[in-house]
């Protein structure tokens, strides 16, 4: 089982909509959980990070972590076409060494 | 405000040569952790610099080493390069380690034939 998880994808939704990102991850005391952007041929760029329960909104983005379920999200609302990228979902395990331990990303097309 | 800052942006080897990779940075940070990302994959953690001394390392074999400097800049080095060593090299700097948000930089594109 691998530490954090995610769907390859590709995530396609048409312009304008909501597009839900989903991460699961195996360890239950993982702390620190992290979105990162990452265009293709660029480097990954921190977009929402959150360590507690519930939901945190930035903009048109939300981050949702369900500790119980081991559940991490990202929603972005009114999807453009420049959302297009692939989205990093990381975690702090339980040891909080600082590393951080990425899932192997959701591709998103955002169609106009 | 100076973000991460990596250098050179891409470089080509061939096996069994020595590289080092640079990176400075964002202003105000003072912990730099490396990553190696492959194609179609997320970065995987090869070592962290945290007051000029590695405090974390990842499952990478000896041919990677590193040095942080006083001015928190940090290096990479990789030994006996192998055709598998072709990646991404990703620097990213926090503000101390402890479950810190991570800032990386536009990394350095390692090409090995």
């Known amino acids: 089982q691998k530490e954090v998880e995610q769907n390859s994808g590709p995530l396609s939704v048409p312009e304008g909509a909501i597009a839900s990102l989903n991460c699961t991850y195996s360890d239950r005391g993982s702390q620190s959980f992290f979105w990162y952007r990452q265009y293709s041929g660029k480097s990954p760029e921190l977009i929402m990070f959150?360590?507690?329960?519930g939901d945190k909104e930035d903009g048109r983005f939300t981050a949702q972590l369900n500790k119980a379920s081991q559940y991490v999200s990202l929603l972005i609302r009114d999807s453009q076409p420049s959302d297009s990228a692939t989205y990093l979902c990381a975690s702090i395990g339980s040891s909080n060494t600082g590393k951080l331990i990425f899932g192997q990303g959701t591709t998103l097309q955002v169609k106009p | 405000d100076a973000g991460v800052t990596q250098s050179p942006t891409h470089l080509i080897k061939t096996r069994g040569q020595q590289v080092t990779l640079r990176c400075s940075p964002k202003?105000?940070?003072?912990?730099v952790s490396w990553y190696q990302q492959a194609l179609g994959q997320g970065p995987q953690f090869i070592f962290q610099y945290y007051e000029e001394e590695e405090r974390q390392r990842g499952n990478f074999p000896d041919r990677f080493s590193g040095h942080q400097f006083p001015n928190y800049s940090s290096e990479l080095n990789v030994n006996a390069l192998l055709l598998g060593d072709s990646a991404l090299y990703l620097c990213?700097?926090?503000?101390?380690?402890?479950?810190?948000?991570?800032?990386f930089g536009d990394g350095t594109r390692l090409s090995i034939l």
């Open positions: 959150i360590y507690s329960n």
């Open positions: 202003s105000g940070h003072d912990t």
């Open positions: 990213a700097s926090s503000l101390g380690w402890f479950n810190q948000p991570q800032h």
